[in-house]
């Protein structure tokens, strides 16, 4: 089966770090992606891991561990705008690219 | 190309109605998804297409959910008979994926149709 796990909420200050973390187990692997979800709004493009290790992009990075089913998204330099939901997604190897999202952490970014 | 449009953005119905919803993706794009998405969840996978072919179905969709890609552009997706636990927002998202490319498969979202079954 395909299971992805991550919290639901987390607060942070702005100006600060913090670091949403994934765990998944799927019937194969073809890469992870996370998605940012503002309220109302639809998922927007943040990251793609295929590889082991950190990616990083400005103020966003994520880390992946494919011996492990883990990733992580870290911001950095948090900012009033970053409270969303973001959503942890995997691309089991079906050939097909169809890819399986988590329930979503939503982040409250407090001043 | 203003990327994925979908068409209507509210819609509400009495249960037992049959609704229809439409997905313009961006035009280069080859893949085409539906999602479906509830308050306080990730978006749900529903069905996508390869050009005008339908590839894959989840088994959490009943015979009431039907798509359509007629000429490999547009998408709609329709719901018979609906429920009231047919309410959610339903996500369109498009993206390119080549053959020995090297695309992720990004996924570009539509703002969604947002179905209320009263």
């Known amino acids: 089966g395909q299971n992805i796990d991550q919290p639901t909420e987390m607060t942070a200050t702005e100006g600060a770090i913090v670091q949403i973390n994934c765990t998944y187990q799927?019937?194969?692997?073809?890469?992870l992606f996370w998605y940012q979800q503002h309220a109302g709004e639809a998922p927007t493009f943040l990251s793609y891991?295929?590889?082991?290790g950190l990616e990083e992009k400005g103020r966003f990075s994520s880390f992946l561990s494919r011996s492990k089913g883990y990733s992580y998204l870290l911001l950095k330099e948090l900012q009033m705008k970053d409270s969303a939901s973001y959503l942890c997604?995997?691309?089991?190897?079906?050939?097909?690219?169809?890819?399986?999202f988590g329930a979503g952490t939503r982040l409250f970014v407090k001043a | 190309d203003t990327g994925v449009s979908q068409d209507p953005r509210h819609k509400i119905t009495k249960r037992g109605q049959n609704v229809t919803f439409r997905c313009d993706p961006i035009?280069?794009?080859?893949?085409l998804y539906w999602y479906r998405q509830t308050l306080g969840q990730g978006p749900e996978f529903l069905t996508y297409?390869?050009?005008?072919?339908?590839?894959?179905k989840s088994r959490l969709l009943s015979d009431r959910f039907s798509a359509e890609r007629p000429k490999g552009s547009f998408s709609t997706l329709e719901i018979q008979r609906t429920e009231q636990g047919d309410s959610a927002m339903y996500l369109c998202?498009?993206?390119?994926?080549?053959?020995?490319?090297?695309?992720?498969?990004?996924?570009?979202f539509g703002e969604g149709s947002r179905l209320t079954v009263l």
């Open positions: 998202a498009s993206s390119l994926v080549r053959w020995r490319g090297a695309d992720t498969g990004e996924l570009f």
């Open positions: 799927t019937s194969g692997f073809n890469g």
């Open positions: 891991n295929v590889l082991d």
């Open positions: 997604a995997v691309s089991p190897d079906t050939g097909g690219f169809k890819t399986i």
């Open positions: 035009s280069e794009h080859n893949r």
């Open positions: 297409f390869q050009n005008e072919a339908q590839l894959e």
